[in-house]
């Protein structure tokens, strides 16, 4: 059997269709030449649902085969293709999980898609702070005894979400996390938005599947070499009774007309990881580790080699060094207050790797933090502060008052403020060093926010 079933349907079609009397209204190319002039070929990838194409909403032939052969290769009982992005597989996890009720546990620093799965799940969130570097302040993830704690105190929770791994690429305890959720009788959701590739190199951390958690949700796009929307939600045998509650979610929140040439990537992908992929990824952990630096974020817990994070004391010397690689063309991944985030990719050249190398090894260390990171007090639970009454308040106007909204620079799209949180100075000095270096930052219009009503 071929190891590409969709692709190879998809071909076929487009050998077979002499004139294709259905959406999408490009009929193939014909009717939309500067798609094809822009990207010859395109269009005839773009298809929809015909009978031998098979439905994401109901695979039973192609797109059967090929989720079957991503849950062979990362190990899961099930998987299930994404065409929405890890926020999908996140929101449909969370919901499947609490479509019967029960709160969700997830760190302070999670990604923002959190909220919407709570919301769809009417659920409410309790969050715990993440442990943090001494030496650099990076986030290490929950611990088991915060979670422990928050399971003890909380007894309505079914749902622990952790990411896996973190935005810096480190990963916390996510083994002990999940043995502390199962005794509570709570599912492990890994949202591994970061983290597809791991376990492909004995070099990268070990996969989420095999250190137990019962969800996961693997970022193809960004660390599996699909194109950028796609995502696999995988099942490990401990949840696979929960195969028809996660269909439903995502038959519930997803597309009913899913891109063909979004699958076709992901199955490509997969493919190309049975059969190489620690070939494939070796020249970049390589090259990675050749990026050694005073100033290089490294923790003593299992990180993505891959993610090359370098801290500064100036965050002005930091905007330097990435605008003056950005003027080079060498685009990094992120630049926030005092840090510049570079991530080596699988076809990474050698010259790029070596000018980035140099000048990381020329950078002094940061010094230690000052202090213990402070965040916002929660004063009512996140899904009640969205649903209560609002007004806009300006930027530092707003001090003291309780958000509304989520508020997150893009990316990574970690909140600095997640609804029903006390609006700190910090909070907000934060989000205006963010929007003054030039990033998206969600929930702010116009110098405003939404704050709770009074």
Do not use: N
């Not at 939309?32 to 009978?51: F, H, K, N, R």
């Not at 959190?114 to 611990?143: N, T």
């Amino acid at each position: 059997m071929t190891d590409t079933p969709l692709t190879d349907a998809v071909r076929a079609y487009r050998s077979s269709a002499r004139a294709r009397l259905h959406v999408p209204a490009h009929g193939g190319g014909a009717g939309s030449p500067w798609l094809d002039a822009w990207l010859p070929g395109i269009c005839s990838w773009d298809v929809t649902e015909q009978p031998e194409l098979d439905d994401l909403s109901h695979p039973e032939g192609p797109i059967a085969a090929a989720q079957a052969a991503a849950a062979h290769l990362f190990g899961g009982a099930r998987a299930y293709y994404l065409t929405g992005g890890a926020t999908q597989g996140v929101q449909a996890a969370v919901l499947a999980s609490l479509l019967r009720g029960g709160s969700l546990l997830a760190p302070r620093d999670s990604h923002r898609s959190v909220l919407g799965a709570a919301l769809l799940a009417d659920a409410e969130v309790v969050m715990v702070s993440p442990e943090r570097d001494p030496r650099f302040g990076a986030s290490l993830g929950p611990s088991v005894e915060s979670v422990e704690r928050a399971l003890a105190q909380h007894p309505d929770i079914r749902a622990v979400l952790v990411p896996y791994p973190s935005y810096l690429g480190i990963t916390p305890d996510l083994e002990g996390i999940a043995r502390a959720a199962r005794a509570h009788g709570a599912l492990t959701i890994a949202d591994a938005a970061h983290g597809a590739h791991f376990g492909w190199h004995p070099a990268l951390p070990p996969a989420a599947l095999g250190q137990g958690a019962d969800m996961v949700v693997a970022g193809m796009h960004k660390s599996g070499g699909s194109l950028t929307q796609t995502a696999i939600l995988l099942l490990a045998e401990s949840a696979a009774e929960c195969s028809e509650d996660v269909a439903l979610a995502l038959r519930l929140i997803g597309t009913s007309s899913p891109s063909y040439l979004l699958m076709v990537s992901l199955e490509l992908a997969i493919a190309a990881a049975a059969r190489d992929g620690k070939e494939r990824i070796e020249p970049a952990v390589a090259a990675a580790a050749r990026i050694v630096s005073p100033a290089r974020v490294v923790s003593e817990r299992p990180q993505d080699p891959l993610r090359v994070a370098l801290q500064f004391d100036r965050p002005a010397d930091a905007e330097e060094l990435y605008r003056g690689f950005a003027a080079a063309g060498l685009r990094g991944e992120y630049l926030e207050e005092g840090l510049a985030l570079f991530i080596v990719p699988f076809g990474m050249p050698k010259p790029e790797i070596e000018m980035l190398s140099a000048a990381a090894a020329a950078l002094p260390a940061p010094r230690p933090p000052s202090g213990i990171r402070t965040l916002p007090t929660q004063r009512i639970a996140p899904a009640s502060a969205l649903r209560s009454p609002r007004e806009r308040r300006g930027l530092f106007e707003a001090e003291g008052r309780v958000s509304a909204d989520v508020v997150a620079p893009v990316p990574p799209g970690i909140p600095a403020l997640w609804p029903g949180e006390r609006i700190t100075q910090q909070a907000l000095s934060a989000i205006e060093r963010a929007l003054a270096q030039g990033l998206r930052v969600l929930g702010i219009e116009q110098q405003s926010l939404w704050v709770v009503a009074q």
